[in-house]
T-cell receptor
């Protein structure tokens, strides 16, 4: 059964710092991995989608990498801003005998001015 | 282009009642999936529909059901509500299955008293 873990559970950094969020998954036979952000009381906003054949994706200050063989993905946020404060979730689709999306518990990020 | 629309946004029900939640996907999207989010269990997959057919189902009791209409709009129903069903119910849509980015609605907050 596919399991997704995110470390750390919470992270607090001063504005301007570069930071890395981690996501690991147990079954490497995935179709893709997607990173989301969720603001309190809101739905999820898609940030980046990495297909299983890709190694990384970039959007603005965000860069996501995928190492399928080791079951790991990282989300790199450059020059963090207070507006980046949110919970970041990763989700993987696929795995042995599994076609649905499995989510990690998220990393709650606080960027202090 | 309008995003994923979920109604109602907030509702309070009594134990034993039933509830129906509605989701209108992004225009042109044929896949709709549903998730339950609680502080204790995080985001859990309920089911996924594509072209009016249920393609995947999560590990929830039969009290949770759904359907998709020919215009891709979807509804989910929870019968015989329990206190533990209190949660944020999120709907997401994507153009197809597996390979696509999924886009979430703002969710329906259900409180069971």
């Amino acid at each position: 059964k596919q399991e997704v873990t995110q470390i750390p559970a919470a992270l607090s950094v001063p504005e301007g710092e570069n930071l890395v969020l981690n996501c690991s998954f147990t079954d490497s036979a995935i179709y893709n991995l997607q990173w989301f952000r969720q603001d309190p009381g809101k739905g999820l906003t898609s940030l980046l989608l990495i297909q299983s054949s890709q190694r990384e994706q970039t959007s603005g200050r965000l860069n996501a990498s995928l190492d399928k063989s080791s079951g790991r993905s990282t989300l790199y946020i450059a020059a963090s801003q207070p507006g980046d404060s949110a919970t970041y979730l990763c989700a993987v689709r696929g795995g042995y005998n599994n076609n649905d999306m499995r989510f990690g518990a998220g990393t709650r990020l606080t960027v202090k001015p | 282009k309008a995003g994923v629309t979920q109604t109602p946004r907030y509702l309070i029900k009594t134990r034993g009642q039933q509830v129906t939640l509605s989701c209108s996907p992004i225009s042109g999207h044929r896949s709709v999936s549903w998730y339950q989010q609680t502080p204790g269990q995080g985001l859990q997959f309920l089911f996924e529909y594509f072209s009016e057919t249920q393609r995947n189902k999560g590990n929830f009791p039969g009290r949770f059901s759904g359907r998709q209409f020919s215009n891709s709009r979807s509804e989910m129903n929870v019968s015989t509500l329990e206190l533990g069903d209190s949660a944020l119910y999120l709907c997401a849509s994507s153009p197809g299955l597996r390979a696509d980015t999924i886009y979430f609605g703002e969710g329906s907050w259900l409180t069971v008293v």
